[in-house]
């Protein structure tokens, strides 16, 4: 089947974005025979490195890692420059793939879907469009990203400010001059933290608006040379097997040993070497630093150390500090000389968790204790992940439910792919899956081959419909909880991963956090016991 010129023919699937998720999903679909079209709000494909363009933006998984595994000659073909890659590089690879599998013509580009209905008669998806089309599909799969509904503070006045402001996730195609511009950051996250140093050495002068000081790992990036590469490639199929039966998705296996074992002069010598490596293996050092708070104590207090060491004012470090959580139960950034960033002469860090942002004024940001005259804003304060992006579309599921009703209290997934009430709608990467504790790529490539050999096993039978049942979603609820349980995630209560970083969003951790290997094996279970916990009909 193929849509009619004038938008209205039906395909046997819809996908919603062309990031990382949705180029994979329509080369595979399309491979097995089944007409597919992909919507996307973006006017390119890229997905989140589409919008993020902010200065410094870089993936913190490693590059050769942080592709696509699934084409033996594209990862053999594609040479990544550096240790991470950039924005613009990941921007070229991810259009490099969109061109060599021929996939634009099934692409339409600048269509954002406002609305999805289930139709349960035929058992169809109605979907709509902000150009108000409406297109009829088999199977509705949102590949929509963790991280791409920003999350802009709603502080009082900034409509008032005379100067420019942007959110990092949102940023404009031509870039931003900060060339003799008073700059103020607002947020110290992943992206507050690879922002800040390449802002300090553009702008006269720039303040970080820090509400919660952060653990960060240098990344120690640099160029791939051309026998690393070599090597790489050459042990491509050894590193993919690694990385699929990991826990997190990279080419790294977690140590076995406890951080209580060595003793203290060993256990320094280890996250020496590890800080000095660089990455977010930084982690992996030992078994259970996100499991016993003892150990991950242990870890704490050496970058808290760290931390003392670079940067010079003594005040400047301490309020640079983490105290309130430990390290990686919050998102662990890593970072290009961010710590030393506040040894220049023209960043000044305030602490707004002390004196907290009261308005924007037209001139500047002002905190209870002292006004900042600003020329230029920048909010790097996340966003609302996971759930944000699928409750951005109002979709609703049998008897009209709308997905906002039914999640109006958290999330709940079956496996993080399919949802009690919305039957023939997959959601790769959702909530309840491993997601954003993965890297990217490697839970999305097993999310794409698990939904497309369920359709390809429903179409076999000549079954039309497939939904989770309420049972199943509960227990895959309880169990979800239960691993977020058995790690220290849920303590950091200022969590983006529990929702707490957005005013009045419910508190539940939404990742799976039972490890990605784990995860892949239920995965595999279900399908291979006939898609145990839905029910599938005709
Ligand atoms: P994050 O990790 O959510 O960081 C956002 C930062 O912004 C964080 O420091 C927040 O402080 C801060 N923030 C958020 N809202 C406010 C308000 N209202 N006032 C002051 N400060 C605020 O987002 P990122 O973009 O850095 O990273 C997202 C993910 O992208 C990252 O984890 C990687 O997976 C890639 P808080 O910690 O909430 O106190």
Same mark, same amino acid.
């Given at each position: 089947?193929?849509?009619?010129?004038?938008?209205?023919?039906?395909?046997?699937?819809?996908?919603?974005?062309?990031?990382?998720?949705?180029?994979?999903?329509?080369?595979?679909?399309?491979?097995?025979?089944?007409?597919?079209?992909?919507?996307?709000?973006?006017?390119?494909?890229?997905?989140?490195?589409?919008?993020?363009?902010?200065?410094?933006?870089?993936?913190?998984?490693?590059?050769?890692?942080?592709?696509?595994?699934?084409?033996?000659?594209?990862?053999?073909?594609?040479?990544?420059?550096?240790?991470?890659?950039?924005?613009?590089?990941?921007?070229?690879?991810?259009?490099?793939?969109?061109?060599?599998?021929?996939?634009?013509?099934?692409?339409?580009?600048?269509?954002?879907?406002? #609305? %999805?209905?289930?139709?349960?008669?035929?058992? $169809?998806?109605?979907?709509?469009?902000? /150009?108000? *089309? @409406?297109?009829?599909? +088999?199977?509705?799969?949102?590949?929509?990203?963790?991280?791409?509904?920003?999350?802009?503070?709603?502080?009082?006045?900034?409509?008032?400010?005379?100067?420019?402001?942007?959110?990092?996730?949102?940023?404009?195609?031509?870039?931003?001059?900060?060339?003799?511009?008073?700059?103020?950051?607002?947020?110290?996250?992943?992206?507050?933290?690879?922002?800040?140093?390449?802002?300090?050495?553009?702008?006269?002068?720039?303040?970080?608006?820090?509400?919660?000081?952060?653990?960060?790992?240098?990344?120690?990036?640099?160029?791939?040379?051309?026998?690393?590469?070599?090597?790489?490639?050459?042990?491509?199929?050894?590193?993919?097997?690694?990385?699929?039966?990991?826990?997190?998705?990279?080419?790294?296996?977690?140590?076995?040993? #406890? %951080?209580?074992?060595?003793?203290?002069?060993? $256990?320094?010598?280890?996250?020496?070497? /590890?800080? *000095? @490596?660089?990455?977010? +293996?930084?982690?992996?050092?030992?078994?259970?630093?996100?499991?016993?708070?003892?150990?991950?104590?242990?870890?704490?207090?050496?970058?808290?150390t760290k931390i003392r060491e670079i940067v010079r004012d003594p005040e400047?470090?301490?309020?640079?500090?983490?105290?309130?959580?430990?390290?990686?139960?919050?998102?662990?950034?890593?970072?290009?000389?961010?710590?030393?960033?506040?040894?220049?002469?023209?960043?000044?860090?305030?602490?707004?968790?002390?004196?907290?942002?009261?308005?924007?004024?037209?001139?500047?940001?002002?905190?209870?204790?002292?006004?900042?005259?600003?020329?230029?804003?920048?909010?790097?304060?996340?966003?609302?992940?996971?759930?944000?992006?699928?409750?951005?579309?109002?979709?609703?599921?049998?008897?009209?439910?709308?997905?906002?009703?039914?999640?109006?209290?958290?999330?709940?997934?079956?496996?993080?792919?399919?949802?009690?009430?919305?039957?023939?709608?997959?959601?790769?990467?959702?909530?309840?899956?491993?997601?954003?504790?993965?890297?990217?790529?490697?839970?999305?490539?097993?999310?794409?081959?698990?939904?497309?050999?369920?359709?390809?096993?429903?179409?076999?039978?000549?079954?039309?419909?497939?939904?989770?049942?309420?049972?199943?979603?509960?227990?895959?609820?309880?169990?979800?909880?239960?691993?977020?349980?058995?790690?220290?995630?849920?303590?950091?209560?200022?969590?983006?991963?529990?929702?707490?970083?957005?005013?009045?969003?419910?508190?539940?951790?939404?990742?799976?956090?039972?490890?990605?290997?784990?995860?892949?094996?239920?995965?595999?279970?279900?399908?291979?016991?006939?898609?145990?916990?839905?029910?599938?009909?005709?």
């Amino acid at each position: 089947m193929t849509l009619s010129p004038n938008g209205t023919g039906e395909q046997d699937v819809l996908v919603v974005g062309a990031g990382f998720s949705g180029l994979y999903a329509l080369h595979r679909l399309r491979g097995q025979g089944l007409s597919v079209t992909l919507l996307e709000a973006g006017d390119g494909v890229g997905g989140t490195w589409y919008w993020n363009r902010y200065p410094g933006a870089r993936c913190d998984s490693e590059s050769y890692y942080y592709s696509y595994s699934f084409d033996e000659e594209l990862q053999n073909e594609w040479e990544w420059s550096e240790r991470y890659p950039q924005q613009p590089e990941i921007m070229a690879y991810l259009n490099h793939v969109a061109d060599r599998f021929d996939l634009r013509r099934d692409i339409r580009l600048g269509t954002r879907v406002v #609305s %999805a209905e289930f139709d349960d008669g035929p058992a $169809r998806w109605h979907v709509t469009t902000d /150009a108000g *089309e @409406r297109l009829t599909c +088999r199977f509705l799969v949102t590949a929509v990203g963790c991280l791409s509904t920003a999350n802009v503070p709603a502080i009082p006045g900034l409509d008032t400010f005379a100067g420019e402001w942007f959110h990092t996730g949102r940023w404009p195609h031509e870039g931003v001059d900060f060339a003799g511009r008073r700059v103020g950051i607002v947020g110290t996250g992943s992206t507050g933290i690879q922002a800040v140093p390449v802002i300090a050495e553009q702008a006269a002068h720039l303040t970080v608006f820090q509400r919660t000081a952060n653990y960060s790992i240098p990344a120690r990036n640099g160029p791939e040379s051309v026998e690393s590469r070599q090597a790489i490639k050459d042990d491509y199929a050894e590193i993919r097997r690694i990385q699929r039966e990991s826990t997190n998705g990279h080419p790294f296996l977690i140590s076995e040993r #406890s %951080a209580l074992e060595p003793s203290e002069d060993e $256990r320094r010598a280890i996250y020496e070497a /590890a800080w *000095e @490596r660089g990455g977010l +293996r930084f982690r992996a050092s030992f078994a259970d630093l996100l499991s016993d708070r003892a150990a991950n104590d242990t870890a704490s207090d050496f970058i808290r150390t760290k931390i003392r060491e670079i940067v010079r004012d003594p005040e400047v470090a301490e309020r640079l500090t983490p105290r309130d959580h430990g390290f990686a139960t919050k998102r662990p950034p890593i970072d290009t000389d961010y710590f030393e960033a506040y040894n220049r002469e023209n960043v000044t860090l305030v602490d707004v968790r002390e004196t907290p942002i009261e308005e924007v004024t037209p001139t500047g940001l002002r905190t209870s204790a002292a006004e900042y005259p600003l020329d230029r804003i920048v909010f790097a304060t996340g966003f609302d992940a996971m759930t944000g992006p699928l409750l951005g579309i109002d979709i609703r599921g049998t008897g009209g439910r709308t997905l906002r009703d039914k999640w109006a209290d958290g999330p709940r997934t079956y496996l993080g792919l399919g949802i009690a009430g919305f039957p023939n709608l997959f959601t790769i990467t959702g909530p309840g899956s491993p997601s954003v504790l993965c890297n990217m790529p490697t839970a999305i490539e097993q999310h794409v081959d698990w939904i497309a050999d369920c359709i390809a096993d429903l179409d076999a039978r000549g079954l039309a419909r497939m939904e989770a049942t309420e049972d199943a979603e509960t227990a895959w609820v309880a169990h979800n909880n239960e691993a977020a349980g058995k790690t220290l995630l849920p303590q950091a209560s200022s969590s983006w991963y529990l929702g707490a970083n957005v005013p009045g969003k419910p508190r539940v951790f939404m990742p799976y956090a039972g490890g990605f290997a784990a995860y892949t094996r239920i995965c595999d279970e279900v399908a291979a016991e006939e898609y145990r916990g839905f029910v599938r009909t005709r």
